[in-house]
């Protein structure tokens, strides 16, 4: 079976993409492929950071590799936390406190409208090639559900009544803007299924 290096240190990614190729693409961890350390993401756009976190894997391993970059853009926030969602909080903050500071700047806003989007960067060869997956949905007043990760706890994607941490993760994949655009890597890489 194809061996593509995921380029993250989020268990939670590595998990849920895992089971998204499971049986198409081995995924190999960082941690599998000898690499240790931060990865930088000092980028200002989505695809600008998925690029450089794969070239990152790429010049230290010569091997295939993809890196994720995902953004949550709040409509009433222009847009923001975006491209900066990790560290909407600070440098060294915690899923808790981007979750707390996104609550407070929400706290009143009548529309709380929102989009996660992930861009998915392949290097093969050397050569990058990008793919994206985008889910609408709405910031809720307060968290809901232990499941997942990040902002899940306060993200009801539309047509649903409950939040991403809520959702078994397969249900989760189905829908969310990492899985589509994993399923049109999955559609370039094996477009045959
Ligand atoms: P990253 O730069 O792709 O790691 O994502 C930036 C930030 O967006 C993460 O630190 C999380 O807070 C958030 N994020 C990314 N993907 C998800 C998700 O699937 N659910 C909730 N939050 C997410």
């Known amino acids: ?3 593509l ?3 993250t240190n989020n268990k939670h990614k590595l998990e849920e993409v895992s089971q998204l190729l499971l049986g198409k ?9 000898g690499l240790e350390g931060e990865i930088p993401e000092t ?3 989505l695809q600008g950071n998925a690029l450089q976190k794969a070239q990152w894997v790429w ?7 993809f890196a994720d970059d995902t953004g949550l853009e709040v409509s009433a926030l222009n847009g923001a936390p975006g491209v900066y969602s990790a560290r909407y909080a600070g440098e060294h903050c915690s899923f808790d406190d981007n979750v707390n500071k996104l609550l407070a700047a929400m706290d009143g806003k009548t529309d709380r409208r929102a ?6 960067c392949l290097i093969e060869a050397g050569s990058p090639r990008y793919f994206e997956g985008k889910v609408e ?3 809720l007043t307060e968290r809901y559900g232990e499941g997942g990760f990040g902002y899940d706890p306060i993200f009801m994607p539309d047509r649903f009544a409950v939040s991403f941490a809520e959702m078994p993760l397969d249900v989760k994949n189905q829908i969310s803007h990492r899985g589509l655009a994993v399923k049109q890597l999955v559609q370039y890489l094996a477009p045959q299924e």
Do not use: P, Q, W
Not at 25 to 33: G, N, P, Q, R
């Open 5 to 7: 290096i995921f380029a």
């Open 1 to 3: 079976m194809r061996e």
């Open 137 to 139: 949905g709405s910031i």
């Open 43 to 45: 980028a200002d756009t």
């Open 59 to 65: 010049e230290r391993t010569g091997k295939d590799c």
């Open 115 to 120: 989009a996660f989007r992930t861009v998915i």
């Open 25 to 33: 693409v081995k995924i190999v961890s960082l941690a599998e492929a």
